[in-house]
């Protein structure tokens, strides 16, 4: 069955640093979706992509933070500089139509020192 | 806006028995969608059911079934004859209807599952 694929599982970062987060999503999904976590806290949506351009972000999703689907298959979240409160799991999404779920990647634990 | 509840933080279950995990939400949008994930230990989040706000019947998924009762408000996750496997976070999320769609969570149930 296809899967979500995001990558690093585990990235590990120097506060300041700008770090980016990779996914692949469903190669036939169209809507595509970013959601932090923050250790065992809720789920939490920080923005959509759709039709290459953001649909929704939330007020988390502030300048520090890009998205970008640079090919057919790729799509980045990007943290410019990066703080201690950012350390979460950082989950990619993504589903083909409006009424379908959406499919998880296994997440990438991020870690600000 | 939209908001979803769930009020049990943990719930210990013996094995074999069958568990209702709570989930109620609040929404003024007369088309919604309502999902459950499971997240085990290892972190990712796995898709179990879905209930659409037209629909007239409860979803089923094997083991999983919701019990949506509209008027209640409320979407409870039924896990029959729960597995030892089936210990892990609950998380009920809905899902808005109109611009991006992005999901709602609750805060989770820890569930247990005693052997």
């Known amino acids: 069955e296809p899967e979500v694929t995001q990558t690093p599982s585990h990235q590990v970062t120097q506060m300041g640093q700008e770090v980016i987060l990779r996914c692949v999503p469903i190669?036939?999904?169209?809507?595509f979706y970013w959601y932090r976590q923050i250790l065992g806290q809720k789920v939490e949506f920080l923005v959509s992509?759709?039709?290459?351009?953001?649909?929704?972000k939330s007020e988390i999703f502030d300048d520090q933070f890009s998205v970008e689907r640079p090919d057919g298959s790729n799509f980045t979240l990007k943290i410019r500089s990066t703080k201690l409160e950012d350390s979460a799991m950082y989950f990619c999404a993504s589903k083909r139509e409006v009424e379908q779920p959406q499919h998880f990647g296994d997440g990438t634990r991020l870690s600000i020192l | 806006a939209q908001k979803i509840t769930q009020t049990q933080p943990g719930m210990f279950v013996q094995e074999k028995e069958a568990v209702t995990l709570d989930c109620t939400y609040d929404t003024s949008d007369p088309s919604y969608g309502l999902f459950w994930y499971k997240q085990p230990s290892s972190g990712e989040m796995i898709f179990l059911i879905y209930q659409g706000s037209y629909d007239q019947q409860n979803a089923t998924e094997g083991r999983y079934s919701l019990n949506f009762q509209k008027a209640r408000k409320s979407a409870n996750l039924v896990i029959s004859a729960s597995q030892l496997g089936d210990s892990a976070m609950y998380f009920c999320?809905?899902?808005?209807?109109?611009?991006?769609?992005?999901?709602?969570f609750g805060q989770g149930t820890r569930l247990t599952i005693n052997p």
């Open positions: 190669s036939n999904h169209l809507y």
């Open positions: 999320a809905m899902r808005e209807a109109q611009g991006a769609q992005k999901l709602v």
């Open positions: 992509f759709y039709n290459n351009e953001i649909s929704e």
